[in-house]
């Protein structure tokens, strides 16, 4: 307002409205526009204590809430903006405070939306807005905090934790030991899960603001004085046989431990002894993992800390007995126990200078034992998850010694065939080569481990199924993904493990009429399906230059049957899965390996002979007679198809494409692939946004009509709408427009909905499956102009002859009937 005056007239304006005005006066339905003029500007602060008691005057008594949120808006900006308060500080807190705690409840409709958390935060950021006013408010605090109102004690103890954040030790002093008599007692005593959390936050600021204050030679180190308070009145809590206070104690000490690297140290240092004493004098299970919990929950806090000074962590003078608890808790025969113990072990693994390279060994001992034997599941996986977690810091503990070992029990398996644990300890090990394998030196060493396992399987070596391959394909995986957070390891990785896995495959193709069936595990479904994904996670994070280099040598194995590039390129007969010839039906199965290879890599990575290999894969995703075959040659034209530049060379190719779907639609026994062809270029092409998409899914809609093809058409909308999990997904760097779900929606919902009468049953189940594919992505709100209309085209096939259909469209109709709902 005082922008737009001209110089001297704000104050005038100012004065009249002193004089005259009385804005408390104003009934709730007049905003009183006049506090609005009262907003500080420069030319007001030249008044000095005369606007500070003008305004006293004008908001004292003020009821209307949209006044209040201004009001409480001015007297913030009067403080921060250094506004001469004089001698009104006191008059001023007064007609602030006035109101804490608010006690506000919105009317009915009403139509300016204020709610009393707006009041409570706008309040709250006047009261701790200055130090001047830690006289007054502190002990109002205080009071509220004793009062037996819950709303009351949150807001006092909010509002002190906001107060910690400006307030010195000199404004806390005199009421220290009353705000620690009412935090005590709240945390002690409470009942309520909130007021202790917000109790224990206040401590928490009272402890950090004690922190940052800086001592003179002549001033009482209060810190220490209110920490010493603070243990003399709960460390005796931790000693008490019943442990009934035990963890409201150790909450409160934690709390005021985690303020500051000496705050941690004074309590951490007094405590942590203690502890462990007394969980060598109770042998109960139970009262031991409540004081490991305690001891974790001190050694999170050296985390926070503990990097600060490694010469004087407070846990120095305990690191001996502090290993020997969490050793001795490895071995408790409490399942509760021993994963407290590992968590634990695992923090204090990562503060610097507290395991001693015998403890560390130790440690991996204690660590690969419980992988190897432990009789409970939860056991073994949390003792991995340890592994994972140190191996970066003791990798060549864990290469030396876990790996080493988990070596040793898969070498030696052949020898324990005959024991029935044998699967569930080879499992077990496959599991942990992947955990540990967190640091570039242990990588190297586990993974030529998983491979050999790999190898052995066509050598008929190693007692082997399907689900043995896919758990050396799983570890596989977990590697890869871990491999992506360094460079070197991913190249290493993908430069050993793809040409390896390859190799086998290929090698196991050759061997498809050989007298011993373990070669032929690694073509079936299940484990080339698990080999995907090793393949796309180690392809997808290459750097372009490494990624060109690599693909220079794939695809040519494929087209032209190159294999100097494999560890192992002595084979019986020729590789070429694109042509006729031995074991052709087998070696083609291994598309679905190049499909996780080139639709993986980065968009800006050429591929060799890229239209030629798309010609191979759109003949063969129509010519094959298996499914398998017919589908992951499909899939690999799509996913590149969707990579593909736009232009005219697109355009030919996908009008070849076109003619090739519809002639294998129109009639022949291969009718069901050249519709899997027609859906995953469809989705291609709708995930890229291309013109074309529209006139693949209209050829989609006609087909629901189809008595052989409509069901699986219905299913089909389902695939173009999810995320797949091995092509066309971000993951592998495709094509994916923004909201591409909500495009296809808004454009084929109306055409399924005026198609229904001609294409019959099929479109119930489809719009189903549309209906819940979108509604994860689109709001209600886009959705509910089509309900009407959906609802009564699937009222038709709840009379249908057949039960799947009447049973297809009440699930549809019903979800759709649901759309709008209350918590849908």
């Keep these: 307002m005082c922008e737009v005056l001209a110089p001297g007239l704000a104050v005038s304006v100012l004065k009249a409205i002193f004089q005259e005005v009385h804005v408390q006066r104003l009934g709730c339905g007049d905003p009183g526009p006049s506090l609005y003029v009262l907003l500080p500007s420069a030319e007001l602060k030249g008044l000095g204590t005369d606007f500070t008691f003008g305004f006293i005057q004008v908001m004292d008594g003020e009821k209307d809430p949209r006044n209040l949120l201004v009001a409480f808006q001015i007297v913030r900006d009067l403080i921060l903006k250094d506004y001469v308060l004089g001698p009104f500080v006191e008059e001023l807190f007064e007609v602030t405070s006035c109101y804490f705690p608010i006690d506000f409840t919105p009317p009915p409709n009403d139509p300016h939306c204020i709610q009393r958390e707006d009041l409570i935060v706008s309040l709250r950021a006047v009261l701790a807005s200055t130090p001047q006013f830690a006289e007054f408010l ?80 002549d001033t009482e ?138 403890n560390v060994q130790l440690v991996v001992d204690h660590l690969t034992r419980l992988v190897l034997h432990a009789d409970d599941s939860q056991s073994c996986m949390a003792a991995m998850e340890a592994a994972g977690s140190l191996a970066p810091i003791y990798p060549g503990a864990f290469t030396g010694r876990m790996v080493q070992r988990l070596a040793e029990e898969l070498q030696s398996e052949r020898e324990e065939e005959g024991r029935r644990s044998t699967h ?133 194995l494929f087209l032209d049957g190159e294999v100097s590039f494999l560890p192992q390129d002595s084979f019986p007969c020729p590789f070429q899965p694109f042509q006729g010839g031995q074991h052709v039906a087998a070696q083609r199965r291994l598309l679905a390996l190049l499909m996780a290879f080139v639709c993986s890599l980065p968009r800006n990575v050429p591929i060799p002979q890229q239209d030629r290999l798309l010609q191979e894969l759109l003949a063969l995703s129509c010519s094959c007679a298996c499914p398998f075959t017919a589908t992951a040659a499909a899939k690999c034209f799509a996913g590149l198809v969707n990579k593909y530049p736009a232009g005219q060379q697109l355009d030919q190719l996908l009008e070849t494409a076109v003619n090739r779907m519809e002639a294998g639609l129109a009639e022949g026994p291969l009718r069901t692939q050249a519709l899997a062809l027609l859906l995953w270029v469809t989705k291609a092409l709708v995930l890229r946004y291309h013109p074309l998409s529209s006139r693949l899914t209209d050829k989609l809609l006609g087909l629901l009509g189809d008595a052989e093809l409509g069901p699986a058409v219905a299913d089909g909308f389902s695939l173009l709408m999810a995320d797949s999990p091995d092509v066309l997904h971000k993951g592998c760097h495709a094509d ?89």
């Design 424 to 556: 569930s300890l080879r499992a077990r090990c496959l599991q942990a080569l992947a955990a540990v394998s967190t640091h570039p030196g242990i990588v190297r060493e586990t993974v030529p481990v998983l491979l050999q396992c790999l190898r052995q399987v066509p050598k008929g070596n190693v007692p082997a199924g399907a689900c043995d391959v896919v758990a050396v394909c799983q570890s596989l995986q977990r590697v890869a993904v871990q491999c992506q957070r360094d460079a070197e390891s991913c190249w290493y990785y993908h430069q050993t493990v793809v040409p390896c896995l390859l190799a086998v495959a290929v090698q196991a193709a050759m061997q498809e009429n050989a007298p011993s069936p373990l070669g032929k595990l690694l073509l079936e479904e299940e484990v080339l399906t698990a080999m995907v994904p090793v393949v796309s996670v180690a392809s997808a994070h290459l750097c372009p230059e490494l990624a060109a280099q690599s693909v220079s040598q794939v695809v040519p």
């Design 736 to 824: 994916v427009r923004i909201m591409f779900r909500q495009r296809f929606f808004t454009d084929n919902v109306p055409k399924l909905v005026q198609g229904f009468h001609a294409a019959g049953p099929g479109v119930g189940p489809s719009l189903h499956s549309v209906q819940c594919q979108a509604d994860g992505q689109l709001s209600p709100l886009q959705l509910l102009p089509y309900k009407p209309r959906v609802i009564r085209a699937l009222a038709k096939p709840l009379d249908d002859m057949k039960r799947l259909v009447r049973k297809e469209a009440v699930v549809a109709r019903g979800e759709w009937f649901l759309l709008g709902s209350p918590g849908r």
């Design 138 to 217: 502190l002990p109002l605090l205080i009071e509220k905090m004793d009062s037996e109102m819950q709303s009351a004690k949150l807001d006092s103890l909010q509002t002190l934790g906001a107060c910690c954040t400006i307030y010195r030790q000199k404004e806390l002093q005199e009421f220290l030991p009353s705000l620690w008599s009412s935090l005590r007692r709240e945390v002690f005593q409470t009942a309520s899960e909130k007021v202790e959390a917000e109790a224990l936050a206040a401590l928490h600021g009272l402890a950090a603001c004690l922190s940052r204050s800086v001592l003179s030679s």
């Design 221 to 358: 180190d209060l810190l220490d004085s209110f920490l010493s308070g603070i243990l003399q009145d709960c460390r005796h809590h931790l000693c008490e046989p019943d442990m009934k206070l035990v963890w409201p104690s150790a909450k409160l000490l934690q709390a005021a431990a985690g303020a500051s690297f000496r705050a941690g140290h004074r309590i951490t240092s007094s405590v942590v002894p203690l502890l462990l004493e007394q969980y060598n004098q109770h042998p109960q299970s139970s009262q031991r993992r409540t004081i490991l919990e305690m001891l974790l929950g001190f050694l999170e806090l050296q985390q926070k800390w503990g990097h600060e000074d490694e010469e004087e962590s407070a846990l120095l003078c305990s690191r001996a007995p502090l290993c020997s608890v969490l050793f001795s808790a490895l071995t408790d025969p409490s399942v509760q126990v021993q994963l407290v113990g590992i968590r634990a072990l695992t923090v204090l693994g990562t503060l610097p200078g507290l395991l001693a390279p015998p």
